[in-house]
């Protein structure tokens, strides 16, 4: 029998009759006049709501005092008005409430130290459509003390036939960046804000994507409990223990700006990878890119939703009576995929992308030499005929006539890293290794040697069978994202992929609860909060490198994300595109992007709007860093225009001759701006404002109503819809609307 102490749940209590208070009661318990402690010394990460529905919202605090062991009482208000002269009722419903009594216009509750004092009550009974305000006070021997004031707004009855407007965000880095997008949002006027992952940032300094500055800085107190990392001469530590997730959020909850947002809007939030680690599956990160050391860390996932779990103001699917338990078997501790409903025009479906995932189809410590897909099946596949991806191989590297290979692996290995068994097991024989490969290293080591190793004649390797080695998938070295998750050629992955086993997202679960509720539901536009890009991003480099490069070919910028998943991508776009009016708003990418994605077996499509980095690094200065990394790009002079003109090679157009290029169901991309977007869906169509921040503009904080000017004045727009009964995107170009043809491509007038 678990213990109530051994788990955090949110308080629950019922809004009943409105009112007016004549002067400060001693109600409750709580006595003398309470003022506004406006320096938020007691509660430093003011006061946040989320999950509106249309009786209920959840309401966030985290208390402050003495030397944080002990647990702490303070109570909230609810009122109509923000002056609070109009008090909601709150009675306390659940045997959770750590209060006696029979409810009051304050209800008590309790900051817990085992659980960073931080309190989560879900208000019930609340009226639909309704804007509330709120507060917690807090009563010390020098008297009583208020939180910010909180706004928040319940979402419209299911019949309501009302317009819907919302925000979407995502990626929000700290470390020497300021959240001036955020500044600029908290004067929208919009119902809820959407947050689709990378809510807070892992690590402390990566100087893959993030530069520290003097003002803003992670360290964490718990070094021991942390993990050293190092890149670029640069160390840096991630998060792993408990304590270290709780300071992220503390310090990004602290930042004024975002406070504003969690004070004006309520949130509905996911998580992406960032909330654990980058590019992670499951509880398994990808920091060594595969070694030995890095493995699954079920205590660190943990950790790390225990803390979202405690910071995020979230109504789970499991009941008002969910309650976190460290001490559940991962992933069953927490179930954050859920959904939502804005009166006649909106269903928001939320989902969770990293916790039941598989692991990247192309293993970070695969060897690049190995052979995956041999001539037999591949003739099968392509129906007789070997695509010209195919490469020659080896078919037995421990045969005497290619001793000289197999010993020149066995030599190299210790200093290089990598296993001599060349990614075999002790029973798998023979061990096929692409011919292509060993020239690509025999090359490459006699550069530096004066006895020079023979490469294998091209003549002989014409008679050799052919098929796909790791080589052929962009793989060079052996522990690397490059060709793993990233820049990744297109047609052997596809092709590799058709012959892999299933490879997991949602998992089961989720993925039937998705689509039921997708296919069940009445709103005119059914909403998918994704975390990560569905359009595909292609790019073509067979024009822009030289033909011996082993990249020339199109690649995928990502696997990482629903590209390297193309078997589920194409079983969820069939069930949606099924459907009318499905649209998808999507994070991770760090850029602008607007499409109309489909299945590889179906032209049958959904519109998808791309949400970029509220702060975090832009796509194309991330791209600029992949570059230089790569162990094939960063030798090529064309290799710095992938990133300097990436909206150019990922959007669709046509080319002279008037074939297309790109992805020509990507109508929309840019690449070099922080910002966020907002939605406004009704009965006839659904329109987003992209709104566009210069990633220069983040360097200083520009918060305080005297920087408005200055900020508005750095802001670009962007507009698109689509509209219901279609499939169609359209853009606004000179106050007319212009739709987006993937068959030209381009857009029509």
């Known amino acids: 029998m678990m213990r109530r102490r051994d788990f955090l749940r949110a308080t629950l209590v019922t809004a009943g009759s409105v009112v007016v208070p004549t002067a400060c009661s001693d109600e409750d318990g709580m006595t003398g006049a309470c003022d506004v402690n406006e320096d938020n010394t007691f509660f430093p990460q003011s006061v946040a709501s989320g999950d509106p529905r249309p009786d209920s919202v959840v309401l966030w605090?985290?208390?402050?005092?003495?030397?944080?062991?002990?647990?702490?009482?303070?109570?909230?208000?609810?009122?109509?008005?923000?002056?609070?002269?109009?008090?909601?009722?709150?009675?306390?419903?659940?045997?959770?409430?750590?209060?006696?009594?029979?409810?009051?216009?304050?209800?008590?509750?309790?900051?817990r130290a085992e659980f960073d004092h931080c309190v989560k009550v879900k208000v019930k009974g609340l009226s639909p459509g309704t804007t509330y305000y709120y507060r917690f006070y807090y009563t010390t021997g020098n008297g009583c003390f208020s939180s910010r004031v909180g706004r928040t707004r319940t979402a419209p009855a299911l019949d309501a036939d009302v317009p819907v407007r919302f925000a979407f965000v995502s990626c929000q880095d700290y470390v020497g960046r300021f959240y001036n997008a955020y500044a600029a949002l908290a004067r929208q006027e919009i119902d809820f804000v959407v947050h689709l992952g990378d809510y807070v940032y892992e690590t402390t300094g990566d100087p893959?994507?993030?530069?520290?500055?003097?003002?803003?800085?992670?360290?964490?107190?718990?070094?021991?409990?942390?993990?050293?990392?190092?890149?670029?001469?640069?160390?840096?530590?991630?998060?792993?223990?408990?304590?270290?997730?709780?300071?992220?959020?503390?310090?990004?909850?602290?930042?004024?700006?975002?406070?504003?947002?969690?004070?004006?809007?309520?949130?509905?939030?996911?998580?992406?990878?960032?909330?654990?680690?980058?590019?992670?599956?499951?509880?398994?990160?990808?920091?060594?890119?595969?070694?030995?050391?890095?493995?699954?860390?079920?205590?660190?996932?943990?950790?790390?939703?225990q803390a979202w779990f405690e910071y995020m103001p979230v109504d789970y699917r499991a009941g008002e009576d969910f309650q976190y338990s460290s001490g559940a078997a991962y992933p069953e501790d927490i179930t954050i995929y859920r959904d939502f409903t804005f009166g006649k025009h909106v269903h928001l479906v939320m989902t969770d992308l990293r916790s039941?995932?598989?692991?990247?189809?192309?293993?970070?410590?695969?060897?690049?030499?190995?052979?995956?897909?041999?001539?037999?099946?591949?003739?099968?596949?392509?129906?007789g005929e070997l695509p010209p991806f195919a490469s020659p191989y080896v078919i037995d590297i421990d045969a005497e006539q290619h001793r000289v290979y197999r010993e020149m692996f066995e030599e190299i290995a210790p200093t290089f890293g990598f296993d001599p068994s060349l990614g075999y097991g002790p029973s798998e024989r023979p061990r096929v290794?692409?011919?292509?490969?060993?020239?690509?290293?025999?090359?490459?080591?006699?550069?530096?040697?004066?006895?020079?190793?023979?490469?294998?004649?091209?003549?002989?390797?014409?008679?050799?069978?052919?098929?796909?080695?790791?080589?052929?998938?962009?793989?060079?070295?052996?522990f690397s994202k490059f060709g793993s998750r990233y820049f990744v050629i297109k047609d052997a992955f596809d092709a590799v992929s058709d012959f892999a086993g299933d490879t997991p997202v949602m998992g089961d679960a989720q993925s039937a609860w998705f689509k039921d509720t997708i296919e069940k539901s009445e709103s005119t536009w059914k909403v998918w909060g994704n975390e990560y890009c569905l359009s595909q991003l292609m790019i073509d480099l067979t024009s822009s490198l030289p033909p011996e490069s082993p990249l020339r070919s199109r690649c995928y910028m990502s696997c990482d994300g629903w590209d390297g998943f193309r078997k589920e991508r194409d079983d969820i776009l069939g069930t949606l595109a099924a459907q009318d009016n499905v649209v998808a708003i999507t994070g991770d990418l760090h850029a602008f992007l607007a499409g109309t994605p489909a299945g590889d077996t179906s032209s049958m499509n959904?519109?998808?709007?791309?949400?970029?980095?509220?702060?975090?690094?832009?796509?194309?200065?991330?791209?600029?860093?992949?570059?230089?990394?790569?162990?094939?790009?960063?030798?090529?002079?064309?290799?710095?225009?992938?990133?300097?003109?990436?909206?150019?090679?990922?959007?669709?157009?046509?080319?002279?001759?008037?074939?297309?290029?790109?992805?020509?169901?990507?109508?929309?991309?840019?690449?070099?701006?922080?910002?966020?977007?907002?939605?406004?869906?009704?009965?006839?169509?659904?329109?987003?404002?992209?709104?566009?921040?210069?990633?220069?503009?983040?360097?200083?904080?520009?918060?305080?109503?005297?920087?408005?000017?200055?900020?508005?004045?750095?802001?670009?727009?962007?507009?698109?819809?689509?509209?219901?009964?279609?499939?169609?995107?359209?853009?606004?170009?000179?106050?007319?609307?212009?739709?987006?043809?993937?068959?030209?491509?381009?857009?029509?007038?």
């Not at 605090?61 to 003495?66: A, E, K, M, Q, S």
């Not at 002269?85 to 216009?105: D, K, M, N, Y």
């Not at 530069?211 to 800085?217: I, N």
């Open 61 to 111: 605090t985290r208390l402050v005092d003495g030397d944080g062991k002990t647990d702490l009482n303070l109570a909230l208000v609810v009122a109509l008005d923000e002056a609070f002269t109009q008090l909601v009722e709150l009675r306390p419903t659940s045997s959770t409430v750590a209060a006696t009594g029979s409810g009051g216009t304050r209800v008590p509750v309790t900051a």
């Open 208 to 305: 893959s994507s993030q530069a520290p500055s003097q003002e803003r800085t992670i360290a964490f107190s718990d070094v021991e409990g942390a993990i050293a990392l190092k890149a670029d001469d640069i160390e840096f530590h991630a998060a792993r223990s408990l304590s270290n997730y709780r300071e992220l959020y503390r310090t990004y909850r602290a930042d004024r700006a975002l406070q504003r947002v969690h004070e004006r809007f309520p949130m509905i939030a996911t998580w992406s990878d960032h909330e654990f680690s980058d590019d992670c599956h499951g509880a398994t990160a990808t920091y060594l890119d595969g070694q030995e050391a890095e493995r699954e860390d079920e205590d660190r996932r943990k950790a790390a939703n």
């Open 356 to 383: 039941y995932r598989a692991d990247h189809l192309i293993p970070e410590d695969a060897f690049p030499g190995k052979v995956v897909v041999r001539q037999v099946p591949l003739l099968a596949k392509f129906e």
């Open 433 to 478: 290794i692409s011919a292509t490969f060993i020239n690509a290293v025999v090359a490459k080591l006699n550069e530096e040697r004066e006895e020079q190793l023979p490469l294998i004649d091209k003549s002989e390797m014409a008679f050799f069978e052919r098929g796909i080695s790791y080589f052929d998938l962009g793989k060079t070295e052996y």
């Open 606 to 749: 959904i519109v998808e709007f791309v949400a970029p980095a509220i702060s975090s690094a832009t796509y194309r200065s991330l791209l600029r860093k992949q570059v230089a990394a790569h162990p094939i790009l960063k030798d090529f002079a064309q290799g710095k225009n992938i990133a300097d003109g990436i909206e150019s090679h990922l959007v669709g157009s046509k080319t002279d001759e008037g074939m297309k290029k790109g992805n020509p169901r990507l109508a929309f991309c840019e690449a070099v701006s922080n910002g966020f977007c907002v939605a406004e869906a009704n009965a006839d169509e659904f329109v987003v404002t992209m709104h566009m921040l210069p990633d220069s503009a983040l360097a200083a904080p520009l918060y305080e109503e005297a920087d408005a000017a200055a900020l508005d004045e750095q802001i670009t727009t962007e507009r698109f819809k689509t509209v219901a009964g279609t499939r169609d995107l359209y853009r606004e170009e000179g106050g007319k609307w212009k739709k987006w043809n993937p068959e030209t491509p381009g857009w029509d007038s």
